[in-house]
């Protein structure tokens, strides 16, 4: 996955954290590819800058702690809490916070991130703060095992460059901002580069029998660059619902099971690249 589809979908989980729990600051950040330290990319609600880029090594401070476990951890007074190193107390001092979450993103058991949420009072998080956040977790760990399993089931014998992978992402966006765009000119000639992107990929001639409207052609698109439902539908500008309708369409004129199966399915039968 692109660092830029994992920071998307990354700063879409922590909004809708800090909506559901309604902590006032919430940040996080995802391991580098290679293995390297998890490093905080995304942040909202703070007031400084002390957070932004910090290196978070496992077993060091909440967040490390969080890595090393694989599981939710949390403090009620960060400075002054037993159970955790305290490598970050100057940062987490700048930016004032004491009541901490710290929940891992974990596919395939492999921690790929960690999502914080944070109060600059020393107070009890209670089961809805816990819930929202583990909820969030959840959304990335989705975007991303969907992802992973795309790349695997789909990838020729010889692995394609970077390009391929720019041509899907290309792709992707343009089919979801087709739609929206009123001038009909305009919306003909987007619709014609994602033509020309097709042939690029080398996509193979449709099977005879698979027709997908634009629409479903649209949410395959979203869910194949990892995108989950939630993330499809503001990236498309329709109702989580109203996706969820359009991919159970495209599934079973497509006989797949699952969200995954779909994508691969339409890949297969050339009405995705």
Same mark, same amino acid.
């Given at each position: 996955?692109?660092?830029?589809?994992?920071?998307?979908?990354?700063?879409?989980? +922590?909004?809708?954290?800090?909506?559901?729990?309604?902590?006032?600051?919430?940040?996080?950040? $995802?391991?580098? %590819?290679?293995?390297?330290? +998890? &490093?905080?990319? %995304?942040?909202?609600?703070?007031?400084?800058?002390?957070?932004?880029?910090?290196?978070?090594?496992?077993?060091?401070?909440?967040?490390?702690?969080?890595?090393?476990?694989?599981?939710?951890?949390?403090?009620?007074?960060?400075?002054?809490? =037993?159970?955790?190193?305290?490598?970050?107390?100057?940062?987490?001092?700048?930016?004032? /916070?004491?009541?901490?979450?710290?929940?891992?993103?974990?596919?395939? &058991?492999?921690?790929?991130?960690?999502?914080?949420?944070?109060?600059?009072?020393? /107070?009890?998080?209670?089961?809805?703060?816990?819930?929202?956040?583990?909820?969030?977790?959840?959304?990335?760990?989705?975007? $991303?095992?969907?992802?992973?399993?795309?790349? @695997?089931?789909? %990838?020729?014998?010889?692995?394609?460059?970077? *390009?391929?992978?720019?041509?899907?992402?290309?792709?992707?966006? /343009?089919?979801? $901002?087709?739609? @929206?765009?009123?001038?009909?000119? /305009?919306?003909?000639?987007?619709?014609?580069?994602?033509? &020309?992107?097709? *042939?690029?990929?080398?996509?193979?001639?449709?099977?005879?029998?698979?027709?997908?409207?634009?629409?479903?052609?649209?949410?395959?698109?979203?869910?194949?660059?990892?995108?989950?439902?939630?993330?499809?539908?503001?990236? +498309?500008?329709? =109702?989580?619902?109203?996706?969820?309708?359009?991919?159970?369409?495209?599934? &079973?004129?497509?006989?797949?099971?699952?969200? +995954? %199966?779909?994508?691969?399915?339409?890949?297969?039968?050339?009405?995705?690249?």
């Amino acid at each position: 996955m692109s660092e830029r589809i994992e920071a998307v979908e990354l700063r879409a989980a +922590l909004v809708r954290l800090r909506r559901g729990s309604g902590l006032p600051v919430v940040f996080g950040g $995802l391991v580098q %590819e290679g293995g390297l330290p +998890l &490093r905080i990319a %995304e942040l909202h609600g703070a007031v400084t800058p002390a957070l932004r880029g910090l290196t978070i090594s496992p077993g060091n401070g909440l967040g490390g702690k969080c890595l090393a476990l694989a599981r939710p951890c949390a403090v009620t007074d960060y400075p002054v809490a =037993r159970h955790i190193t305290h490598e970050y107390d100057l940062p987490v001092s700048a930016e004032g /916070l004491r009541s901490v979450i710290a929940v891992p993103v974990v596919v395939r &058991r492999q921690v790929r991130g960690v999502l914080y949420g944070a109060l600059r009072d020393a /107070l009890p998080l209670g089961e809805r703060v816990f819930d929202a956040a583990v909820a969030a977790a959840r959304d990335v760990e989705q975007a $991303l095992a969907v992802r992973d399993e795309v790349n @695997r089931l789909v %990838e020729p014998a010889e692995a394609p460059g970077p *390009s391929w992978e720019e041509v899907r992402h290309a792709y992707g966006e /343009l089919r979801a $901002l087709a739609p @929206r765009v009123e001038d009909a000119e /305009l919306r003909a000639r987007l619709l014609a580069v994602c033509g &020309r992107l097709e *042939s690029a990929a080398g996509v193979p001639a449709p099977v005879a029998g698979v027709t997908l409207t634009p629409r479903e052609t649209d949410v395959l698109a979203a869910v194949a660059s990892g995108a989950t439902n939630a993330a499809a539908a503001q990236r +498309l500008g329709l =109702r989580p619902e109203t996706v969820k309708g359009y991919l159970r369409s495209a599934m &079973r004129k497509l006989g797949a099971h699952t969200r +995954l %199966e779909a994508v691969v399915a339409a890949r297969r039968a050339g009405a995705l690249p």
